[in-house]
């Protein structure tokens, strides 16, 4: 039912789990400097400085991966570990030492690589000189990226530019929740959204015309995406406001790379209205593209796709004079009562979403290869190593995923479950576990046990593999 060549996989992310924030020379980070600041933006003022460890304790992580039987590992580079000051003047020989081993450890052990080159982790170095916000990001990322390409791409196939541009610049620039922790309402993230895609784009025509050819690996760019329907079908305002809630998140960066090279009409079309109303007279606030930035529409390789959950979703209305993204997009969500709430407010379970959501990305983006590089269920509170509630959740979604496939014929090449390893939860720190395996924050070793979603996610693995035979690897 699975393509023999399905790819099972886990995946992590560098700040989240690495710590060393410090060591061989790594340079900061936005999150060491959001996390080092205090001024409570952080669960318990908690920090990434150590994590998981996994720069010291890389050995550890090789074995859950091999203990889970993965195909894939996704994993993410730290900008900074590899070029302190962002820029490829400057390397740090012992950052590309660590990922050369990971990979080679990786592969050595039949375990393919899936490499984010960024998740969330700006070298603090490139902030001072303006950041996301700055049109001149585009180039210093290309650069990190051909760096990159140049240096793992003999063994690195699968890329992923840019991780969740749409969190990167709403909870980054406009809600302050995430580092750089700015809050600059209804202009910011829609100008770093704009370089991030202007960024992203560079890196993969890069890919493309210098490194393809030789490396024939693929390049996409993950984009978040709850699955979106109206609280009442027959009511035309909700299926409005369902529209504006897709185009706002799916649509801000698929529309762009999969459908026209620009962002949906529905969602200029709703910024432009609120601009108006409100007297702002800075022009569109959401940015346009000029004929210098590189094309935008045809770079991606593939569709990656993170999904968590699901929402209902109807208009708003009654806003204040503040201009904002919420204003802009007008709708309110609500969550179905039969859907389960896990740990964290936002994830309720609702399997049946990633089946629509998937059959919808064929229909719209005209049926590209699909990996699900994100899909995972959260711990809050005391740890239970039986965690049934998250046994659920990967058996269900797993189940809906094989229909997508089976019956719907969606082209989904891969599913990376979230998270390997308990770690980092950005802003809720340790206190929201997504791991396959527990790590133990309180002792030095980091000890990582396996949960009994670990245990049943390889069982399913190993099903799968049994079924579809061993993969040829010639
Ligand atoms: C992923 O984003 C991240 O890629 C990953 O690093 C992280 O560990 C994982 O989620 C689990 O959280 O703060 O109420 O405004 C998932 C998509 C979208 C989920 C934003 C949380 C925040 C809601 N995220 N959402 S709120």
């Known amino acids: ?243 504006r809630y897709l185009a706002f998140t799916l649509g801000w960066f698929a529309w762009p790379v999969f459908v026209s090279g620009d962002y949906p009409q529905t969602m200029r079309a709703a910024i432009d209205v609120q601009s108006k109303r409100l007297g702002f007279s800075g022009g569109s606030r959401l940015p346009s593209f000029s004929k210098d930035d590189p094309t935008i529409l045809g770079t991606a390789d593939f569709f990656a796709l993170n999904h968590y959950t699901s929402r209902k979703v109807k208009p708003r209305g009654a806003f204040g004079q503040m201009l904002c993204m919420k204003r802009d997009q007008d709708t309110e969500d609500v969550l179905d009562p039969s859907w389960p709430v896990c740990g964290v407010s936002w994830l309720a379970v609702a399997p049946h979403g990633l089946r629509k959501l998937l059959k919808y990305i064929k229909e719209t983006f005209n049926n590209p290869p699909v990996y699900i590089t994100e899909s995972g269920f959260s711990q809050v509170g005391p740890v239970q190593i039986e965690d049934v509630e998250r046994c659920t959740f990967y058996q269900s979604t797993i189940l809906e995923l094989a229909k997508a496939v089976g019956e719907d014929g969606v082209n989904v090449r891969g599913y990376f479950a979230w998270s390997l390893l308990d770690n980092f939860e950005w802003a809720d720190g340790y206190s929201v576990r997504f791991g396959l395996f527990h790590v133990d924050f309180s002792e030095a070793e980091r000890t990582r046990t396996i949960y009994r979603s670990g245990r049943e996610y390889a069982q399913i693995i190993a099903k799968h593999k049994s079924r579809t035979g061993p993969v040829d690897s010639s």
């Open 1 to 243: 039912m699975f393509p023999c060549d399905f790819a099972w996989g886990a995946g992590t992310a560098a700040y989240q789990i690495e710590g060393g924030w410090d060591a061989d020379s790594k340079g900061p980070s936005i999150w060491d400097t959001f996390c080092h600041g205090g001024g409570g933006r952080v669960f318990a003022e908690q920090t990434g400085d150590v994590a998981c460890n996994s720069y010291e304790l890389w050995e550890k992580d090789l074995q859950c991966i091999r203990q889970l039987g993965l195909t894939h590992y996704r994993l993410s580079f730290s900008w900074a570990r590899l070029l302190p000051g962002g820029n490829t003047q400057d390397v740090n020989p012992k950052g590309v030492q660590y990922y050369n081993k990971v990979i080679d450890d990786l592969v050595a052990c039949n375990v393919l690589p899936m490499v984010t080159l960024y998740h969330f982790d700006l070298p603090q170095a490139l902030q001072d000189q303006g950041g996301w916000q700055s049109p001149a990001i585009a180039n210093l990322f290309n650069s990190y990226a051909q760096f990159c390409f140049q240096t793992f791409g003999d063994r690195v196939k699968l890329w992923i530019t840019i991780n969740e541009p749409y969190v990167c610049a709403k909870l980054g620039y406009e809600l302050g929740i995430h580092a750089p922790g700015l809050d600059e309402p209804g202009v910011a993230a829609y100008l770093v959204g704009h370089n991030m895609l202007r960024a992203h784009a560079m890196a993969w025509h890069s890919y493309n015309s210098i490194y393809r050819s030789k490396q024939r690996g693929a390049v996409s760019l993950a984009i978040n995406s709850d699955w979106a329907e109206p609280c009442d079908p027959a009511n035309p305002e909700d299926v409005a406001a369902t529209e």
